[in-house]
């Protein structure tokens, strides 16, 4: 399926993910770090770009033929194959949810649940 798709992964380094990725896509090459934050790859494909993300958790943002149909498919592989904490935005699977909202699914060890994410730089003083 030819598709955007994007989660959040926990902790201090993203490779673990990263050669799981590939694992599935094939080869990934580095063509691009766009700063000293960001990073680019290109597979046959689709293209990765990684970055840090609020809360210590980087963006994984996955855009081509994949074998993941939704943000949340995407999600439960990460967290399933890294075994860390995800979260994704859950519309595509929830309709339910307003994709307006703060609402994102966390996924760890197999559970699921539905989260309020908003960043701790957002809230107003005194609301954190």
């Not at 943002?61 to 194959?81: A, I, K, M, P």
Request: charged share 20%; hydrophobic share 40%; glycine share 8%.
């Amino acid at each position: 399926m030819d598709t955007d798709l994007e989660a959040y992964l926990a902790g201090p380094d993203p490779d673990p993910a990263i050669e799981a990725i590939a694992a599935v896509l094939g080869s990934l090459t580095r063509v691009e770090s766009g700063a000293d934050y960001m990073a680019i790859y290109t597979s046959t494909n689709g293209a990765l770009v990684v970055t840090p993300s609020e809360d210590g958790y980087f963006s994984f943002y996955l855009r081509g033929c994949t074998l993941w149909n939704s943000d949340v498919e995407f999600g439960r592989f990460l967290s399933q194959t890294v075994s860390r904490k995800v979260r994704c935005d859950p519309t595509s699977t929830f309709p339910e949810i307003n994709p307006y909202s703060d609402i994102f699914l966390e996924i760890e060890n197999g559970s699921e649940a539905f989260v309020n994410w908003v960043s701790l730089e957002e809230c107003p003083a005194g609301d954190a």
